[in-house]
């Protein structure tokens, strides 16, 4: 490189000296060591390279002002970040170019065109803002020229064929370039002028400045030459795969307009208009590879098949399945966990368990992002608000919502679907649903999901073994679509009386969420809050004044009431509401206000349809009070036993089933073998007879809950000793007189304190569901655990 001769002999030089004395083709160029810095947002400059720049920012059209005092001389430096318009010292590359302004023109709109010529590189040392631009201390850094070898001619060659190629790969780069090359002598000339007009990002061309030296600058170029050929050549060849499909869309088209306008001709337009609004749709839908594969094979099909035949109806309708389920479409939860409190709260009173599990979800959700819908079962006594409870979880959390009742759905195909090969065949009601809904994340009711039977049809509870599973329910395949559907995003709610006809593998893919029935306080908060609120405006008296008292309240669900939910109370809520309306309509009252007394239901309900509970407070021999669980809630069961001379017999009435009788029997073998603690003739079997009863003999009576019972009741009847007053009790015998744990306290607890009982004994394994009871449903009653029937006696008949 024709530099300073004084510069020749070092690898790399570095002046600090006031000037610097630059020989370029002969003219000397004396450049200044303090220089107003230029910065440049998305380029680089390179020495010996004439560029045309514009300015205008006011920083940077200050440094040019001074510029133009100094010999027109300016150091251009990169910026790291393009998007700074307020540079500061540390945003700048230090090493840059120093180029010399060749010309200036002031545009109208107040920007400021010039044309540079890069000169040398220079190294900003000190860099400061003065007077509203940047100057810097620079320090000139000159590459020595490489020693001929035939490494180094090996190098140069290999670039300049690179760089032949590259510019004619690159159709934003001109040929001409290629003829000006072979003029320059220089190596550093050659690579810079290269380096120059190579299309890349600026932090790139701002490696290659900084090159240490310039072999490093040609391996640099090298390297980056190669990658840049590579992708051109790709570029090319995915253009020319463009060019041929064009080509063939274009014939393909003009194809398809001559087919038009013969099928205009033979009256088939219709059905080609439905058919391509139907590629249209699956076109748009967010199908998975494999459902977008089926669809496409099924659309090609269709077009090879005469529109009006049978075959092309049932590819048709199962094309329009495929276009119109909401595939990967999904709403938004709501997060605001208040609201969602609240909107629970406005619709349903109590049900803590069911609301704080969904709290639960909301929590995982907002923390997770992506979370499996739950699979949630609701067990409890009709009336409770079940299937309302699901439609209100929809609408706290913005959902949509579906439901599906199950009762007496016998058919698998009700949930997968019917084979293709069947003439009128559709998906099963889960993907129906789905479609309804136009939701892929509803919330989905199951209702009454303990009522499914099945026959030869298939069994429907095993279907649903796939579509409860969190692990599987996400390649759901329905037998109509036969490809996989999503389902792991619904939140799945089950409804159902009991768990006893659900089969144990269903119930293990489900949490089990049990609703208690009402207590008699809850009714009368529910009737006042929710209920008289709701059946007012429905039965048009929303500007009549209707007063309930709280005693009326009581009075309907003590006297015409006998239920776990509050639906009955609903009924006979409407019948007064009936009969206010027709008084007035009918112009025989005429009154604003109507305030609801004893009287005034008696009135309008009639007689009482149930009787007070029976009186359980006085002593009686040969009767005990035992509980039980229905799935209409808890009932007082009173066990009655004769003693009749007789010969080793037990007979049992009220209906009472297999499990029941086998407690019985159970019973009278634990007190046979233990007659003379309980001061019993040992061989009193032998000449009499019992006879065990349990009333209301119509209604179906079953399970070993009331094995304590039945053996107090018999004691009492053999010994003639009365069982103490206010006393029920509830628990499974063994023959060794264990007491065993029993399911439904909350239930038979209820019923207990309906039936003005105060004290009851329950299994010790059970007194930790004691916690599970509410307060007031406590209050007043005093429970008693146990673990064997010996304490049972103590109790019962005192010590």
Do not use: W
């Given at each position: 490189m024709p530099v300073n001769a004084r510069r020749k002999s070092s690898r790399k030089k570095q002046t600090e000296e006031t000037e610097f004395i630059l020989n370029r083709d002969g003219e000397e160029i004396t450049i200044k060591n303090v220089l107003p810095v230029l910065p440049l947002k998305d380029m680089v400059i390179f020495p010996y390279m004439i560029y045309p720049l514009l300015i205008g920012r006011q920083i940077s059209i200050n440094a040019l002002q001074e510029a133009m005092v100094l010999d027109r001389q300016v150091l251009l430096c990169t910026q790291k970040k393009a998007n700074v318009e307020d540079p500061k010292v540390s945003d700048f590359n230090r090493l840059g170019v120093v180029a010399r302004i060749l010309q200036l023109m002031k545009l109208p709109n107040g920007a400021i065109k010039i044309l540079v010529e890069g000169l040398v590189r220079g190294k900003a040392k000190r860099i400061n803002n003065q007077d509203g631009y940047f100057k810097a201390n620079v320090q000139y850094l000159i590459h020595s020229d490489m020693q001929a070898n035939l490494e180094t001619e090996a190098l140069l060659r290999n670039i300049i064929t690179q760089f032949h190629d590259y510019v004619r790969l690159n159709r934003r780069l001109p040929e001409e370039i290629l003829s000006s090359l072979g003029s320059i002598e220089e190596p550093q000339r050659l690579a810079d002028t290269i380096s120059a007009h190579i299309i890349h990002r600026p932090d790139v061309m701002q490696r290659i400045l900084e090159a240490k030296d310039l072999k490093s600058q040609l391996l640099e170029l090298s390297m980056l030459l190669s990658s840049e050929i590579e992708i051109l050549k790709l570029e090319q060849k995915i253009d020319g795969s463009v060019k041929d499909n064009l080509s063939k869309s274009q014939r393909e088209y003009y194809l398809q307009q001559q087919l038009k306008v013969i099928k205009e001709e033979l009256g088939e337009e219709d059905e080609n208009v439905e058919d391509q609004e139907l590629e249209r749709k699956i076109a748009k839908a967010k199908l998975d590879k494999e459902t977008r594969e089926k669809a496409n094979t099924e659309l090609t099909k269709l077009k090879k098949m005469h529109p009006y035949s049978a075959e092309a109806a049932v590819v048709r309708n199962y094309l329009d399945w495929i276009a119109n389920l909401p595939w990967k479409i999904t709403t938004k939860d709501r997060a605001n966990a208040q609201k969602v409190k609240d909107i629970l709260d406005n619709d349903h009173y109590g049900l803590e368990k069911a609301k704080r599990r969904i709290f639960e979800h909301l929590a995982v959700i907002k923390l997770a992002k992506k979370v499996k819908g739950p699979i949630l079962c609701l067990v409890g006594p009709p009336g409770v608000g079940k299937t309302s409870l699901g439609r209100s979880i929809a609408n706290a959390l913005n959902r949509k919502f579906v439901r599906m009742s199950l009762g007496g759905v016998r058919d698998e195909a009700e949930i997968r679907g019917h084979r293709r090969t069947y003439i009128g065949s559709i998906p099963g009601r889960i993907i129906q649903s789905l479609r309804k809904a136009g939701s892929s994340n509803p919330v989905f009711l199951l209702d009454e999901i303990d009522k499914l039977s099945r026959d030869f049809h298939g069994d429907p509870a095993a279907a649903l073994l796939e579509v409860l599973d969190p692990e599987q329910n996400h390649t759901f395949v329905d037998h109509f679509l036969e490809v996989e559907y999503d389902l792991s995003d619904i939140l799945f709610i089950t409804t159902a009386n009991t768990l006893a006809g659900?089969?144990?593998?269903?119930?293990?893919?489900?949490?089990?969420?049990?609703?208690?029935?009402?207590?008699?306080?809850?009714?009368?908060?529910?009737?006042?809050?929710?209920?008289?609120?709701?059946?007012?405006?429905?039965?048009?008296?929303?500007?009549?004044?209707?007063?309930?008292?709280?005693?009326?309240?009581?009075?309907?669900?003590?006297?015409?009431?006998?239920?776990?939910?509050?639906?009955?109370?609903?009924?006979?809520?409407?019948?007064?509401?009936?009969?206010?309306?027709?008084?007035?309509?009918?112009n025989t009252n005429k009154k604003k206000t109507f305030r609801i007394t004893i009287k005034e239901i008696e009135k309008y309900l009639g007689v009482p349809d149930y009787l007070d509970p029976d009186d359980f407070s006085q002593p009686r021999v040969g009767v005990a009070v035992g509980l039980a669980w229905t799935q209409y809630g808890g009932e007082v069961l009173p066990v009655e036993v004769a003693v009749m001379k007789g010969k080793s017999k037990l007979s049992m009435t009220g209906k009472l089933g297999k499990v029941m009788q086998e407690s019985a029997q159970a019973a009278l073998s634990y007190i046979r073998e233990n007659a003379k603690e309980f001061k019993i003739r040992p061989t009193f079997f032998n000449t009499s007879e019992l006879h065990v009863h349990i009333p209301e003999g119509a209604v179906d009576k079953d399970g070993p809950s009331a094995g304590i019972a039945l053996a107090t009741a018999i004691i009492s009847a053999l010994t003639l000793k009365p069982i103490r007053p206010c006393l029920a009790m509830t628990g499974e015998i063994t023959l060794r007189g264990d007491v065993l744990p029993i399911g439904g306290l909350n239930e038979k607890a209820l019923a207990a304190k309906n039936a003005k009982i105060t004290d009851v004994i329950i299994p010790a394994k059970n007194k930790k569901d004691l916690k599970e009871l509410p307060d007031k449903l406590k209050k007043g009653m005093n429970f008693i655990p146990v673990s064997s029937y010996r304490e049972v006696y103590d109790i019962a008949f005192g010590k």
């Open positions: 659900i089969p144990p593998a269903l119930i293990d893919r489900m949490e089990i969420i049990r609703l208690p029935g009402y207590l008699e306080f809850e009714k009368v908060n529910i009737a006042r809050g929710y209920l008289i609120p709701k059946l007012q405006p429905e039965h048009g008296l929303k500007s009549r004044k209707i007063v309930f008292s709280e005693k009326s309240l009581i009075h309907i669900i003590r006297n015409y009431t006998r239920e776990a939910g509050v639906r009955e109370l609903e009924r006979k809520l409407k019948t007064i509401y009936r009969r206010i309306a027709e008084e007035i309509v009918l």
